[in-house]
């Protein structure tokens, strides 16, 4: 597949032929499972890629094996032509199911990385309230997670992983637990926070118009065993209205193409 991204830009993470095949044991017999199959795929400097696809098709694997946290049954990763070989402070995550440490305050779950690294207080400090500015959570620095909303916490999350200025942030889902209007609220927030915090970011979600809001590009997975079926560059301005025709019609045309992918699979 002809990449459609400007390739002038510089790759910061490449996959290539990955696949991933998981076996388990039923009685006497073992059962192997091929969910991902020859993948190969690029992340660009500071770009916001989204792996959309059919739920439980492979998407969080694929980040998976990304991240470092997973490894294929073959193929490679490389992030700036470093072998990924398992977790690296390089790559940041924030997931659907935010873990804050709830003994400490907002301050402190967004200073624990650079704290842990030895970072100086002063330094840390001053980074960690520009954060938590930028998640407007300004003054709720002495808060503790019991005393703050779903949506809340999901902005310390992205603060928290913001702070240990990863080259690369994977978010799983993360609003996919969050009522209708708080996941809106929550996807103005990243897109406006990654406008102006730059960061190369893959996230993975089933949600079409959450996918289209807020990605540079939408990679649209297969059905297992996954593979990408097509890639579409998304150039409307932002900030993006749900309601506008060009968000409309490319919405509808992403729903065909998945509609075309869950059919092939149920004929399969």
């Known amino acids: 597949m002809e990449h459609p991204v400007d390739l002038n830009r510089k790759i910061m993470m490449s996959c290539r032929n990955d696949s991933k095949t998981f076996y388990t044991k039923d009685k006497k017999e073992i059962k192997s499972l091929d969910v991902v199959q020859d993948f190969n795929f690029d992340v660009y400097e500071n770009e916001f890629v989204v792996l959309f696809g059919p739920a439980e098709c492979g998407k969080t694997t694929i980040m998976n094996i ?3 946290l997973d490894s294929a049954s073959s193929g490679e990763v490389r992030q700036n032509d470093e072998l990924v070989t398992g977790p690296d402070p390089k790559r940041g995550f924030v997931y659907q199911s935010i873990s804050l440490f709830p003994w400490l305050t907002v301050m402190g779950n967004v200073e624990f990385g650079p704290k842990a690294r030895g970072v100086s207080k002063a330094e840390r400090r001053e980074k960690s309230q520009y954060l938590i500015d930028l998640v407007r959570l300004s003054g709720f620095e002495k808060a503790f997670p019991n005393q703050l909303s779903g949506g809340m916490r999901q902005r310390v999350g992205i603060a928290r992983a913001y702070c ?3 080259e690369l942030l994977f978010m799983d889902e993360p609003f ?30 089933n949600n079409i118009e959450e996918a289209i809001y807020l990605a540079d590009r939408i990679v649209l ?31 509808e045309e992403i729903t065909s193409m998945l509609d075309e992918v869950i059919e092939t699979k149920e004929v399969k």
């Open 66 to 68: 990304l991240a470092g």
């Open 164 to 166: 240990n200025e990863p």
């Open 176 to 205: 996919g637990a969050l009522d209708a209007q708080t996941r809106y609220m929550m996807e103005e927030e990243i897109s406006r926070i990654h406008t102006a915090e730059k960061r190369t970011v893959v996230f993975v979600t």
């Open 221 to 251: 997975l297969k059905n297992k065993p996954t593979s990408i079926k097509k890639e579409y560059i998304i150039d409307i301005p932002r900030p993006r209205d749900y309601t506008s025709p060009e968000f409309l019609a490319l919405r």
